[in-house]
């Protein structure tokens, strides 16, 4: 039995340099956050790109940033700024992102990003089947990397490989508009198992594969020459444990830290006052601007709420080289200002706004200080905090409102379910929310506690390896003849 080796563009920690020193700090985001539980547990490898680009890393630190990624379990790919500018900021962040969250707007086909973006994927293949034996098993992650599993494949036929989508897979009237579409599900068809966080995702992407690749395919199964591809959906956990735990010693150490006591003397100061709470990185599909539209909405038309409740909006920089996030801040940063303009009071501010990533122990105190979480993305593969608010409730108190857009709606049904673009249907559930008995927020939270303490992150690989490894045996006497 070999290693496994888990690859994806961020690795779970990011490397910066200030004075001479490297500092490595948590990467944000779902994959980075849910797949470094998995990977601390074992003995994986994660190879991946650092961060830092070719430009910004001196020769004499070369050593040191191999040794600062090896305490993490990580070896680097290394790319250039030009290969970021269209690889990463290029076809991945303005082609695939926009385009498989359904902002066919967004989208842009660049013949110069596609280029960029293959010579890429073949920089992380080369690499992979470098730092890998035949019987190691090899996990490649999301959109940024669609290309490797055929890359690798065609060097190391007998090495298993996996292949996790962490975002949505878009229905075929819009995969069928992108102009390397057959390259693309090639790409991915040199994987033994393709896995999606939902089984419209799955449904989507092998609609796209018999449609526009005419290949047969037997319920999940995806038939080649000399392979069975198997395509399934597992929805992806947290680490349950770290994140309830975290918040029991939270209720218990008595320690606060500033943001806590921020929090505390607004609950002395406004005693009865709601706290809601939403967290994203700042991405035009979680819905953040539509979000705060329709708090004002709901502060219109339940005036009686007004100074009774607050909204505590923690966006996280990210992608901020791509105009639509630049132009997505600009939004964001007026909205608020003109509603809390508008509305404070020498006793009330409205929204809280915070642009940046904070440390593991704030996210906690975030999450257990709020009466309510609200998110309401747009389209969202998996939506990870509306997993992570529930684990840390620890006295089972609290409301999620969550958009029905969200992968983790279809195993959330006891939350308030929305649709995002409805601002009347949102103001009333957040009226509900406000006025909910604690007995009903007790008996929804226990279902979704169970469920998510039963099929955590760590089930989650487990799962997906499994059916991997199952996958690659009845594979191997194909490809061997
Ligand atoms: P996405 O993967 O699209 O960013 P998810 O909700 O699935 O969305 O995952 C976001 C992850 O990033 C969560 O694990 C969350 O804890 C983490 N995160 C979000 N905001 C912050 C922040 N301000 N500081 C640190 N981590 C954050
Ligand atoms: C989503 C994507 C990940 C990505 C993360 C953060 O979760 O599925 O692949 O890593 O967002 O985005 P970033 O562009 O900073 O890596």
């Known amino acids: 039995m070999g290693k496994t080796i888990i690859i994806s563009n961020r690795l779970p920690v990011q490397l910066q340099i200030s004075n001479g020193t490297i500092d490595a700090i948590p990467s944000v985001g779902g994959l980075a956050t849910g797949m470094k539980s998995v990977h601390s547990g074992g003995e994986s490898l994660w190879v991946?790109?650092?961060?830092l680009t070719d430009e910004e890393t001196p020769a004499a630190l070369e050593n040191e940033i191999d040794v600062a990624l090896k305490k993490h379990g990580c070896a680097k790919i290394k790319l250039t700024e030009k290969e970021i500018e269209g690889f990463y900021f290029g076809f991945s962040n303005r082609t695939v992102w926009p385009l498989f969250h359904y902002f066919s707007e967004y989208t842009e086909f660049e013949l110069e990003f596609w280029n960029t973006y293959k010579a890429v994927n073949q920089k992380f293949a080369d690499a992979i089947i470098e730092k890998s034996h035949d019987n190691d098993t090899i996990w490649v992650h999301d959109y940024q990397l669609m290309l490797v599993p055929q890359m690798v494949r065609e060097k190391r036929p007998n090495t298993s490989i996996g292949f996790f989508l962490h975002i949505p897979f878009p229905s075929y009237e819009i995969f069928r508009t992108l102009p390397w579409r057959e390259e693309v599900l090639e790409g991915l068809l040199g994987s033994d198992l393709i896995g999606f966080h939902t089984y419209d995702y799955e449904r989507h992407f092998l609609?796209?594969?018999?449609?526009?690749?005419?290949?047969?395919?037997?319920?999940?199964?995806?038939?080649?020459?000399?392979?069975?591809?198997?395509?399934?959906?597992?929805?992806?956990?947290?680490?349950?444990?770290?994140?309830?735990?975290?918040?029991?010693?939270?209720?218990?150490?008595?320690?606060?830290?500033?943001?806590?006591?921020?929090?505390?003397?607004?609950?002395?100061?406004?005693?009865?006052?709601?706290?809601?709470?939403?967290?994203?990185?700042?991405?035009?599909?979680?819905?953040?601007?539509?979000?705060?539209?329709?708090?004002?909405?709901?502060?219109?038309?339940?005036?009686?709420?007004?100074?009774?409740?607050?909204?505590?909006?923690?966006?996280?920089?990210?992608?901020?080289?791509?105009?639509?996030?630049?132009?997505?801040?600009?939004?964001?940063?007026?909205?608020?200002?003109?509603?809390?303009?508008?509305?404070?009071?020498?006793?009330?501010?409205?929204?809280?706004?915070?642009?940046?990533?904070?440390?593991?122990?704030?996210?906690?105190?975030?999450?257990?200080?709020?009466?309510?979480?609200?998110?309401?993305?747009?389209?969202?593969?998996?939506?990870?905090?509306?997993?992570?608010?529930?684990?840390?409730?620890?006295?089972?108190?609290?409301?999620?409102?969550?958009?029905?857009?969200?992968?983790?709606?279809?195993?959330?049904n006891e939350?308030?379910?929305?649709?995002?673009?409805?601002?009347?249907?949102?103001?009333?559930?957040?009226?509900?929310?406000?006025?909910?008995?604690?007995?009903?927020?007790?008996?929804?939270?226990?279902?979704?506690?169970?469920?998510?303490?039963?099929?955590?992150?760590?089930?989650?690989?487990?799962?997906?390896?499994?059916?991997?490894?199952?996958?690659?045996?009845?594979?191997?006497?194909?490809?061997?003849?």
């Open 207 to 412: 609609s796209s594969v018999r449609r526009l690749l005419g290949l047969d395919v037997s319920f999940n199964d995806v038939y080649l020459e000399n392979r069975v591809i198997k395509v399934d959906s597992f929805p992806m956990g947290i680490d349950y444990k770290k994140f309830a735990s975290a918040a029991k010693k939270h209720d218990s150490n008595g320690k606060d830290s500033d943001l806590q006591i921020k929090l505390n003397s607004h609950k002395q100061s406004a005693p009865g006052t709601k706290l809601i709470l939403s967290i994203d990185r700042l991405d035009y599909s979680k819905g953040i601007a539509k979000r705060i539209n329709a708090f004002e909405y709901f502060l219109n038309k339940y005036p009686e709420y007004k100074e009774k409740v607050r909204l505590i909006i923690l966006a996280v920089p990210s992608r901020s080289n791509v105009p639509q996030y630049q132009l997505l801040k600009r939004e964001i940063d007026e909205l608020v200002g003109r509603i809390n303009g508008e509305l404070s009071t020498v006793n009330w501010t409205p929204i809280w706004y915070f642009y940046r990533s904070l440390p593991f122990e704030n996210l906690i105190d975030l999450y257990t200080s709020s009466d309510i979480a609200w998110l309401t993305p747009l389209r969202d593969g998996m939506n990870l905090v509306a997993k992570e608010y529930i684990a840390t409730r620890t006295d089972k108190t609290g409301v999620l409102i969550l958009s029905e857009m969200a992968g983790s709606a279809n195993e959330m």
């Open 48 to 51: 991946g790109w650092s961060g």
């Open 415 to 481: 939350a308030l379910l929305i649709n995002p673009n409805n601002f009347e249907e949102q103001a009333d559930t957040l009226k509900t929310a406000i006025t909910m008995p604690e007995e009903e927020q007790i008996s929804r939270n226990t279902f979704l506690q169970k469920r998510l303490e039963r099929y955590n992150v760590e089930v989650w690989a487990n799962e997906f390896m499994g059916a991997l490894n199952r996958k690659s045996e009845e594979n191997e006497p194909f490809i061997s003849q």
